[in-house]
């Protein structure tokens, strides 16, 4: 089955004053742009809020908006209780390696195992994390594909060449000012993006909750399960979880754009002050 808009200048329109938003931060990012540090790591100035909504926005990224809904439908329960450990990665990697990186004022993870640890292990490290973003970047640019594909009704690859060069335009025209700022302002989007709809459709379905669909959907749970009566049993053995868990908690923590808002924070305890903020 093929979903398209209705009306087409509705998602036209939205994406425009969208892309135009993101290219007007690029844009200003760049004038403040004057230095390797500037545009590598944001100046190392990068506060608290603006880090945490960046983390947030990775953590809520357009693969996690297809893919995790479709992964939830599918394996109902387990897979919420496995995502949960990812958000849990975050604060693991500031505890971690974090913090150590930006005292050390380390562009990224690869410059810091270059400096303790020479260039054979860096090599290695810078590798392992091409392979590890080409991976989650394909989740991403399918994504964009598919978004705009739905959106505009054009053919797939059409619409995953104009998505990509789009993006990748205003990230490499801001630098990481603009990649920060850029996050921050999407986290808001996204935010609004998800939750006003649920209100609206939990309203609409008589939820006395809507007015704050993440927590306060529990008079929706009769609803949910006269759906799909299995979406709470935990249906699989000890091995899955043992095997999954472990691998949803520490696997992101090796994500050098997750690593990136530690390193662009004005200091260690803002670092860890954005982890606060990503989590609320």
């Known amino acids: 089955m093929k979903y398209v808009l209705d009306n087409v200048w509705i998602g036209l329109g939205v994406v425009i004053v969208l892309f135009a938003c993101f290219y007007y931060v690029g844009w200003w990012a760049s004038r403040k742009t004057s230095s390797e540090e500037d545009f590598y790591a944001a100046g190392f100035s990068i506060g608290p809020v603006t880090n945490g909504l960046g983390m947030a926005a990775t953590w809520a990224s357009l693969a996690t908006f297809m893919g995790v809904i479709a992964l939830i439908q599918k394996l109902q329960v387990p897979f ?6 990812w958000s849990i990665s975050i604060p693991l990697l500031t505890l971690l390696y974090g913090t150590s990186l930006r005292r050390m004022k380390a562009f990224t993870p690869a410059s810091f195992i270059k400096v ?12 392992w994390m091409c392979l590890v973003m080409v991976m989650y970047a394909l989740g991403q640019m399918i994504g964009l594909g598919r978004a705009f594909e739905m959106l505009f009704g054009v053919p797939y690859n059409t619409a995953l060449i104009v998505a990509g060069l789009a993006t990748v335009g205003f990230i490499t025209m801001g630098g990481m000012y603009g ?4 996050a921050a302002f999407q986290m808001v989007v996204m935010t609004i993006a998800m939750v006003a709809p649920m209100g609206a459709i939990m309203k609409q379905m008589g939820a006395s909750g809507w007015w704050f669909p993440p927590l306060l959907y529990g008079d929706m749970v009769p609803n949910m399960l006269a759906a799909i009566p299995t979406f709470f049993d935990m249906k699989y053995d000890f091995r899955w979880y043992f095997a999954l868990i472990p691998a949803f908690t520490l696997g992101p923590v090796a994500l050098p754009h997750l690593a990136m808002r530690v390193f662009t924070s004005s200091s260690v305890k803002s670092a860890r002050w954005a982890v606060v903020w990503f989590t609320i």
Request: charged share 5%; aromatic share 18%; hydrophobic share 50%.
């Open 80 to 85: 919420v209780y496995l995502w949960i450990q």
């Open 116 to 127: 303790r640890y020479g260039n054979g292990a860096a090599i290695c490290v810078v590798a």
């Open 179 to 182: 990649a920060s700022y850029n």
